[in-house]
């Protein structure tokens, strides 16, 4: 081998080059602040037609700039959603904490398998875990947990758990032939059912308990479906509450989930199912527990207030709960993937284990050391961990208190505004979130009285055929007409979660989840509605 070119090599791709490095990411940081100044719509459009059709690899080893322009392109063409028009959905802009906590962790590539491959950061993870479990669970004794790649697999190590408890040894002997069943909401995330399908339960075999309509699971249809199953001892694996659903917001009612769970569970003699909560959205609000509404040291509108002590009451909800999801990467405004799956008893673990003979692992000290044990993952990064460490001491929890109470000032006012339209309808009226769910109708027509009607189950099916599709045909016509200038980008959902008599229903959606948002930005929302 010609070693003066392997030298080369090594020297040019695998020692710290602090010039080069440094240069191009500086490069790459004011491409991307270049961005502040397109507005979102101006992002340049793809090329599918030729990403199969041309691969690509180079002959010659190169530099470190070859690397920068051959992505180049994909990285210009990504838009950052830093733009406080962007309110589609629950992602916003990620913080810089957050980016200075990932760097810092690419530059050292953990793996969080074992602590002999990640040394402290397998430290940093357990830090991580229990600043969250104590916020969620408000101040808990022996909580634990690890980061996965999304709310999806945190859900499904929940359920997962839940599965072992009633099926003692699923992990080697599988179900079997017997019918499992997992139980979540209608407004529930899909990834329910992504993980029902995934662990062998089967998406048939997910039940959806319908809403009321401020998105909460009926307590009286899952008391009902809970006697149903257990009259023919169905085993009932977990139940998937939802805090914070993804399109209205809305809250499952922990606490009393929890006791009828263990009500019924014992009228039947059957095991209780794992409570898991997916506050994949939600969990931010736990940094609202603490605030003083009486002092007020922040100075919240009165408004605003009522939302934080109704909050409030919802996040003591949490404390029942058996595991939570935590999506940083969504209402945290981390970077991707940061998702905490968190157990409130350390000792549930040991229903993760590979083997019985491996569960006293989890009694002792060395837990911390070899999450692979228990773990989907082998290989898993600490970018989670850093994501969350590096932004919740670089904001600091008022600064978090202020970002999430100016998520609530601006849903609380684009939902303000649109009551006052009588041809439009706010769905999650009765939700304190960061999610705003309406319905635009033609001018003329009564959208309270046409949801009022649709609600009693008045509407024929002529006259639901005719008003729901003219919400979607106002959305398409504003996206059409809309200035990207000045116009919020809104998103669209075929079934915001409330479906009484099971009819679906539509709606225009707004998510605050970015922090340069304004007022001036709202009220043009209501204005472009007025002008259809
Ligand atoms: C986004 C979301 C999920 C899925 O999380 P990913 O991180 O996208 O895998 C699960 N549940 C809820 C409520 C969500 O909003």
Redesign the pocket.
């Known amino acids: 081998m010609d070693r003066r070119k392997y030298d080369e090599l090594v020297s040019t791709f695998f020692e710290w080059q602090q010039p080069a490095i440094t240069q191009i990411f500086s490069e790459l940081l004011a491409a991307a602040a270049a961005e502040s100044a397109m507005i979102p719509s101006a992002i340049m459009s793809q090329n599918y037609e030729t990403a199969r059709a041309n691969p690509e690899i180079h002959n010659l080893p190169g530099n470190l700039k070859d690397a920068r322009d051959v992505i180049f392109p994909y990285f210009w063409g990504t838009d950052s959603w830093n733009n406080p028009l962007h309110l589609e959905n629950?992602r916003g802009p990620a913080n810089n904490a957050s980016l200075i906590g990932m760097l810092a962790c690419l530059l050292k590539n953990p793996n969080l398998c074992t602590d002999r491959y990640s040394q402290r950061s397998n430290e940093l993870e357990v830090k991580a875990i229990t600043t969250l479990a104590n916020l969620i669970f408000y101040h808990t004794d022996d909580p634990w947990g690890v980061f996965t790649i999304?709310?999806?697999?945190s859900?499904l190590y929940g359920a997962k758990i839940g599965l072992e408890r009633v099926l003692p040894g699923a992990m080697r002997t599988g179900l079997g032939a017997e019918r499992i069943v997992g139980i979540s909401s209608q407004a529930?995330?899909y990834?329910n059912q992504t993980v029902a399908g995934w662990l062998g339960i089967g998406t048939e075999n997910l039940i959806e308990i319908p809403t009321d309509e401020n998105l909460s699971m009926r307590m009286d249809l899952l008391s009902e479906q809970l006697d149903a199953l257990y009259q023919t001892r169905t085993k009932v694996a977990y139940i998937c509450c939802?805090f914070?659903?993804?399109d209205g917001f809305g809250f499952d009612d922990i606490e009393a989930v929890h006791h009828l769970l263990h009500r019924k569970a014992a009228e039947y003699d059957m095991v209780v199912p794992q409570l898991h909560v997916?506050a994949?959205?939600g969990w931010a609000l736990s940094m609202l527990s603490d605030y003083d509404v009486g002092e007020n040291g922040l100075s919240f509108d009165t408004e605003i207030l009522g939302l934080v002590s109704s909050i409030q009451s919802k996040n003591q909800g949490l404390r029942f709960a058996d595991s939570v999801?935590i999506?940083f990467?969504?209402m945290g405004r981390g970077h991707y993937p940061a998702?905490a799956f968190i157990v409130n008893r350390r000792e549930d673990l040991k229903y993760l284990a590979r083997t019985v003979s491996d569960t006293p692992y989890f009694s002792d000290a060395n837990a911390s050391r070899d999450p692979a044990l228990f773990t989907l993952e082998c290989s898993r990064p600490a970018l989670g961990p850093y994501s969350v460490i590096a932004s919740l001491n670089g904001i600091g929890l008022t600064g978090w208190q202020m970002l999430l109470a100016r998520s609530l000032e601006l849903a609380h006012r684009l939902k303000t505004k649109l009551a006052q339209l009588e041809y439009c309808k706010v769905l999650n009226a009765g939700t304190p979130g960061a999610s705003v769910n309406w319905w635009v109708f033609p001018k003329g027509r009564n959208a309270e009285e046409i949801y009022q009607q649709l609600v009693r189950n008045e509407l024929t099916l002529e006259q639901r055929h005719r008003y729901l599709p003219e919400i979607r045909r106002l959305y398409d016509k504003r996206a059409k007409m809309m200035d990207s200038a000045i116009d919020a980008r809104l998103g669209f959902t075929t079934s915001f979660g409330y479906c009484p008599h099971g009819i679906d229903i539509p709606a225009w959606k707004a998510v605050f989840f970015n922090p340069k948002t304004t007022e001036a930005m709202v009220d043009r929302i209501v204005e472009s509605i007025e002008e259809l």
Request: aromatic share 0%; no cysteine; charged share 15%.
């Open positions: 629950v999304g709310g999806t697999i859900n529930s995330h990834s939802t914070g659903t993804t997916d994949a959205v999801t999506d990467h969504k998702s």
